[in-house]
Nanobody, 122 residues
Framework: QVQLVESGGGLVQPGGSLRLSCAAS????????MGWYRQAPGNQRDLVAT????????YADSVKGRFTISRDNANKNTVYLQLNTLKPEDTAVYYC???????????????WGQGTQVTVSS
């Protein structure tokens, strides 16, 4: 069993900032990739940013220079997404995703958080 607990969403004005957190717990042997995706009403779920176990990051073009993904230095099972210079089009439910294995004998599996709402509006 693996659990992902997200926090940090909310309502913010255009130009504002938020920080999202996602903590993974449970049967975790090794984490390969942690990431954030978002889904606006009527749209598909899209990649926002990912970070590998080695620290390599990848961002959607729409958020480059505004969002930053990072992992907690003390607890590598926690990932953050710093959202700066927010725009109304960033409004969506943001989902945490983790690619991990639960033991050395098991393959990689993908897990999703419950989602956290981010609303950018004046």
């Amino acid at each position: 069993q693996v659990q992902l607990v997200e926090s940090g969403g909310g309502l913010v004005q255009p130009g504002g900032s938020l920080r999202l957190s996602c903590a993974a717990s449970g049967s975790i042997f090794s984490i390969y990739v942690m990431g954030w995706y978002r889904q606006a009403p009527g749209n598909q779920r899209d990649l926002v940013a990912t970070i590998t176990s080695g620290g390599s990051t990848n961002y959607a073009d729409s958020v480059k220079g505004r969002f930053t993904i990072s992992r907690d230095n003390a607890n590598k099972n926690t990932v953050y997404l710093q959202l700066n210079t927010l725009k109304p089009e960033d409004t969506a439910v943001y989902y945490c995703n983790v690619l991990l294995s639960s033991s050395r004998y098991e393959g990689q599996k993908s897990y999703w958080g419950q989602g956290t709402q981010v609303t950018v509006s004046s």
